[in-house]
């Protein structure tokens, strides 16, 4: 799946079925999930393992059959541990507002009239082992959502493998979803002021932007704060609240995972790789890429 652009700039499906379908493993080149946010809606089911997600200001430990929804133009980012999720990316207004009937509905969602509840659980958790911080925007209680989770694995069965009526399928499961969750009430009224979370988001993805742009060259701290507006000292803490890794631990993780990408998809000798992504010295690219991927590079390229 293509996690590498903080405002993702690809299509997701084609324009008569605006619905892309991606399956990521352990083996897949963008495993982890770097911020990144695009203007299409996204359903996630864990398959296996654990995926901790981060919504904006809101962080989620999913479990194995767990669903997860993010909205249009919310940041997220997540790490997988022993896991194996599927995801469905689409185009919200080019899906389901072919009829009047269903428009009023769908402009609730698009003018965030409303906001959705991010995350179905599969198994509703203790009272004592809370799976996601305690924020706006969550059930405030734990649920039965076996209605939604049947719909949504209908949406993965027929869309996983294209078939002859797959598109009808996908589109039927996918109207039933949205059925669901105005029936049960799985959304809360939007305030008119952005949340705290919200703001401080919105206010970094400048600089995330400009880090998908020059992470090949010379990227400073200062260049950074001073993109947000900040002081140095600031701006560290102000980025690491909301990203949960300092700046400069984020920049080089960025660029390990393109690293990633480009020893998938090329041959091209290391040095080439690492002078492609920010890093002038080739040795400190091997241990750069061994802290976060846990391999040398030579080793991630052989095993793929």
């Given at each position: 799946?293509?996690?590498?652009?903080?405002?993702?700039?690809?299509?997701?499906?084609?324009?008569?079925?605006?619905?892309?379908?991606?399956h990521v493993d352990e083996h897949h080149s963008r495993y982890?999930?770097?911020?990144?946010?695009?203007?299409?809606?996204?359903?996630?089911?864990?398959?296996?393992?654990?995926?901790?997600l981060y919504l904006d200001d809101?962080?989620?430990?999913?479990?194995?059959g767990d669903v997860i929804l993010i909205?249009?133009?919310?940041?997220?980012?997540?790490i997988p541990e022993h896991c194996v999720y599927e995801c469905a990316v689409f185009d919200l207004k080019a899906?389901?507002?072919?009829?009047?009937?269903?428009?009023?509905?769908?402009?609730?969602?698009?003018?965030?009239?409303?906001?959705?509840?991010?995350?179905?659980?599969?198994?509703?958790?203790?009272?004592?082992?809370?799976?996601?911080?305690?924020?706006?925007?969550?059930?405030?209680?734990?649920?039965?959502?076996?209605?939604?989770?049947?719909?949504v694995e209908r949406l993965f069965d027929a869309i996983r493998y294209p078939h002859a009526g797959s598109e009808l399928s996908t589109l039927g499961a996918l109207y039933e979803i949205f059925g669901c969750l105005?029936?049960?009430?799985?959304?809360?009224?939007?305030?008119?002021?952005?949340?705290?979370g919200q703001k401080k988001m919105d206010q970094l993805k400048p600089v995330l932007e400009y880090i998908d742009s020059n992470y090949?060259?010379?990227?400073?701290?200062?260049?950074?704060?001073?993109?947000?507006?900040?002081?140095?000292?600031?701006?560290?803490?102000?980025?690491?609240?909301?990203i949960h890794r300092t700046p400069m631990d984020y920049l080089n993780y960025y660029r390990i995972e393109r690293a990633c990408y480009i020893?998938?998809?090329?041959?091209?000798?290391?040095?080439?790789?690492?002078?492609?992504?920010?890093?002038?010295?080739s040795s400190y690219f091997v241990k750069t890429f061994r802290k976060y991927m846990g391999v040398t590079p030579k080793q991630y390229a052989l095993r793929l």
């Open positions: 799946m293509h996690y590498l652009d903080y405002n993702e700039k690809i299509e997701h499906g084609t324009p008569d079925f605006p619905i892309a379908f991606y982890n999930m770097p911020f990144h946010w695009h203007k299409e809606m996204e359903l996630i089911q864990v398959q296996s393992g654990f995926l901790r809101r962080e989620i430990l999913a479990r194995t909205e249009e133009g919310v940041i997220h980012g997540g899906t389901l507002m072919h009829t009047d009937a269903c428009k009023k509905y769908i402009r609730l969602i698009s003018r965030h009239q409303i906001q959705l509840y991010p995350y179905f659980q599969a198994v509703p958790p203790k009272e004592t082992a809370p799976s996601v911080s305690s924020l706006p925007g969550i059930s405030p209680a734990p649920k039965d959502y076996t209605r939604l989770l049947r719909a105005f029936e049960e009430e799985y959304y809360t009224p939007a305030t008119d002021a952005p949340a705290s090949s060259g010379t990227v400073t701290l200062t260049d950074l704060s001073r993109i947000a507006g900040m002081t140095p000292k600031y701006f560290c803490r102000y980025f690491r609240a909301a020893l998938s998809t090329t041959e091209l000798p290391v040095t080439d790789v690492a002078y492609q992504c920010g890093f002038n010295d």
